[in-house]
């Protein structure tokens, strides 16, 4: 079994607490030599990994040393070292492995009880379990069906399968007590009287709520051995390092102490003291920690989530048929389908030609031609050809009627380009005082289109600016009328890339899945380190064993008890596995996260130093990780 770093990292400093310095020139030589080679051949192995293959082998070859003899008083001072250097090796390896069981079960039996959780937040998952465990149910009534006919000496007969003759048989009228009949179906109401009179969903969400709170007890006791254990590493410390008469009693010490740790007060068959070196330390590791496994394997095999193939088969069952349904059914309208798809597919065509490509040339042509070419609201040549009418009219009047001079002309042309039109409206004046007469023999007609004509060159002057401006203004049309057919590719892409990404649970920072992992951890660390002396009634079900047995026993700042010890652990070797896993590699984010776990981790600080390091990890991790736009549902 390879150790998790958790395990690593709080076992690893203990290797260095008694170095072995070896004398090439104190090696023996002749027959002692091999001897001598496997010893240090032993430890090499422990120093380089303390894995368990490593370590059992390391127990069995301690076995080699008598039992009435010392690891000190073999006569060979080299010797003597290498050997006490392997049984206190042997010892910090048997301890990380009880260490990394403990983690191991208490982070399986987490997984189920999240499991249980989920189904019982859904009524539908609770009804799909109802669904997925009918076959064993009926299977557990029909074996119990045989119990009873056999000790009642009833014939192995067909009417007696019936739902009514089942009935009859199981059921016990007259009490409350659950019947037979229920107990076969819902095993849990053997241990709950009071959940009878309901649906048979509602039984099922008892179950299942059931089996999430005997699990919860047993990763609680997971998590308080696991406390306990990180709490003695001062008393590892201290046991190896004794090098005198005092070393093989401190070692056996503690490992007596870890195996009382890890059975909590079961009974175990030991072995007698006369069959090995160390039988405190070969308990530990063949008799203390297997028992451990196969109590594990049993919670987990009554109170775990159901097997694969039970959970699965309602989709092996009915999948084909629905397959083979939805095949027909597309077969059939193959051709609707295939006009659909086309029209699809022309759809998305024309928009992006028509809505996206085509804008974008435009801003692009505009950019590059300066907004110079294109259409225009008035002509610059037919305002020009209107102005020179204009001034033509003008002077042809002022010099029939106003006999100007060549200069006098020069100067009212300039005037006319300026807009000043003085000397053909003092005419018109003047011949408005006699509008008959000078209709008929005057000015006043000439007078009046030359008027005409100035209103019309001023419009196209006005038409001139307004198209001014909107050639100045073209790219920001040009990129308001492309603007929402990018948001549209912008969303879509967005959509696509969400769903490629959480199908596939990935993404640098590791997906929906995970980060919901990691927020739920973090909101937990918090929660036992705010230590509520007190539990609300509406929580008490989900707290029970979590933060009331985990903060009665510790004050405000003092070292966090066991339970509560190693419930955060339990929380925070999700962390880690979550940093490990899922941030970049050789990056300040993972290292930085990865430090604050290891003071989490730390068993030495108080629980206010703790709250100040998960207030700090909320602080500086929330908006990098994306926790502040999480939300659980």
């Given at each position: 079994m390879s150790l998790s770093s958790f395990t690593l990292n709080h076992t690893r400093p203990l290797l260095s607490r008694s170095p072995v310095s070896f004398d090439d020139e104190a090696v023996p030589t002749g027959e002692a030599l091999p001897k001598y080679d496997k010893w240090r051949t032993v430890l090499v192995n422990l120093t380089n990994s303390l894995e368990t293959k490593n370590v059992h082998s390391a127990i069995h070859t301690l076995d080699d040393v008598e039992p009435h003899e010392s690891f000190t008083q073999n006569g060979d001072v080299q010797l003597d070292s290498l050997q006490?250097?392997?049984?206190?090796?042997?010892?910090?390896?048997?301890?990380?492995?009880?260490?990394?069981?403990?983690?191991?079960?208490?982070?399986?039996?987490d997984d189920e009880v999240n499991w249980w959780s989920d189904i019982e937040r859904s009524s539908l998952r609770t009804a799909g379990y109802l669904v997925q465990t009918f076959p064993i149910r009926i299977h557990r009534l029909v074996l119990k069906t045989i119990d009873v006919l056999r000790e009642r000496n009833l014939p192995l007969q067909l009417r007696y399968f019936t739902p009514s003759s089942i009935r009859n048989l199981l059921s016990a009228?007259?009490?409350?007590?659950?019947?037979?009949?229920?107990?076969?179906?819902?095993?849990?109401?053997?241990?709950q009287h009071h959940n009878l009179f309901t649906s048979p969903l509602e039984l099922a969400w008892q179950e299942c709520r059931f089996k999430r709170q005997e699990l919860e007890k047993t990763r609680n006791s997971r998590a308080e051995m696991l406390?306990?254990?990180?709490?003695?590493?001062?008393?590892?410390?201290?046991?190896?390092?004794?090098?005198?008469?005092?070393?093989?009693?401190?070692?056996?010490?503690?490992?007596?102490?870890?195996?009382?740790?890890?059975?909590?007060?079961?009974?175990?068959?030991?072995?007698?003291?006369?069959?090995?070196?160390?039988?405190?330390?070969?308990?530990?590791?063949?008799?203390?920690?297997?028992?451990?496994?196969?109590?594990?394997?049993?919670?987990?095999?009554?109170?775990?989530?159901?097997?694969?193939?039970?959970?699965?088969?309602?989709?092996?069952l009915l999948g084909p048929?629905?397959?083979?349904?939805?095949?027909?059914?597309i077969y059939n309208s193959r051709d609707s389908i295939f006009e659909t798809l086309k029209n699809a597919q022309e759809t998305v065509e024309g928009f992006w030609t028509g809505y996206v490509m085509s804008p974008i040339r435009?801003?692009?042509?505009?950019?590059?031609?300066?907004?110079?070419?294109?259409?225009?609201?008035?002509?610059?040549?037919?305002?020009?050809?209107?102005m020179e009418s204009l001034e033509r009219m003008a002077l042809s009047l002022s010099a029939e009627k106003l006999n100007y001079s060549s200069e006098q002309l020069e100067e009212l042309s300039k005037q006319i380009k300026l807009g000043d039109l003085t000397p053909v409206l003092k005419l018109y004046e003047d011949d408005i005082k006699s509008p008959i007469k000078n209709v008929i023999a005057g000015s006043l007609v000439r007078t009046l289109l030359i008027q005409v004509q100035k209103v019309k060159v001023d419009v196209?002057?006005?038409?001139?600016?307004?198209?001014?401006?909107?050639?100045?203004?073209?790219?920001?049309?040009?990129?308001?009328?492309?603007?929402?057919?990018?948001?549209?590719?912008?969303?879509?892409?967005?959509?696509?890339?969400?769903?490629?990404?959480?199908?596939?649970?990935?993404?640098?920072?590791?997906?929906?899945?995970?980060?919901?992992?990691?927020?739920?951890?973090?909101?937990?660390?918090?929660?036992?380190?705010?230590?509520?002396?007190?539990?609300?009634g509406k929580n008490s079900d989900m707290a029970d064993h979590e933060t009331l047995l985990a903060t009665s026993k510790a004050s405000e700042n003092d070292v966090l008890p066991p339970l509560t010890n190693g419930l955060i652990i339990l929380s925070v070797s999700t962390l880690r596995s979550y940093a490990e896993k899922s941030l970049p590699k050789r990056s300040r984010l993972r290292d930085g996260f990865l430090e604050d776990i290891c003071d989490l981790e730390d068993p030495n600080l108080t629980r206010a130093e703790k709250r100040r390091?998960?207030?700090?990890?909320?602080?500086?991790?929330?908006?990098?990780?994306?926790?502040?736009?999480?939300?659980?549902?």
């Open positions: 006490l250097a392997v049984a206190k090796r042997v010892l910090v390896g048997i301890y990380a492995e009880a260490m990394e069981e403990c983690l191991k079960q208490a982070r399986e039996l009228p007259g009490t409350l007590n659950p019947s037979a009949l229920s107990t076969t179906l819902f095993p849990h109401l053997k241990s406390g306990e254990l990180t709490t003695i590493r001062g008393a590892l410390y201290e046991a190896i390092g004794p090098s005198g008469p005092e070393a093989e009693k401190s070692l056996r010490g503690f490992a007596s102490k870890v195996a009382s740790i890890t059975t909590k007060g079961e009974s175990i068959l030991t072995v007698e003291d006369t069959h090995h070196a160390l039988p405190e330390v070969w308990n530990l590791a063949f008799q203390s920690l297997p028992f451990s496994r196969s109590q594990h394997s049993a919670t987990l095999s009554e109170f775990g989530r159901p097997s694969f193939l039970t959970r699965t088969w309602p989709r092996i048929p629905i397959a083979l349904l939805m095949f027909r059914m435009e801003i692009l042509d505009t950019v590059r031609s300066g907004g110079g070419d294109g259409p225009r609201i008035i002509s610059q040549d037919g305002m020009k050809a209107d196209d002057l006005a038409m001139s600016g307004i198209d001014k401006l909107l050639k100045s203004q073209e790219l920001t049309f040009a990129f308001v009328g492309v603007a929402p057919s990018l948001a549209i590719l912008y969303a879509a892409s967005s959509w696509l890339r969400s769903l490629w990404s959480g199908g596939r649970d990935g993404g640098k920072i590791g997906g929906k899945r995970a980060r919901s992992l990691v927020w739920n951890s973090m909101r937990r660390v918090e929660r036992l380190l705010n230590a509520p002396q007190y539990i609300d390091v998960i207030e700090r990890m909320w602080r500086c991790w929330s908006i990098p990780l994306g926790w502040d736009r999480f939300a659980v549902a």
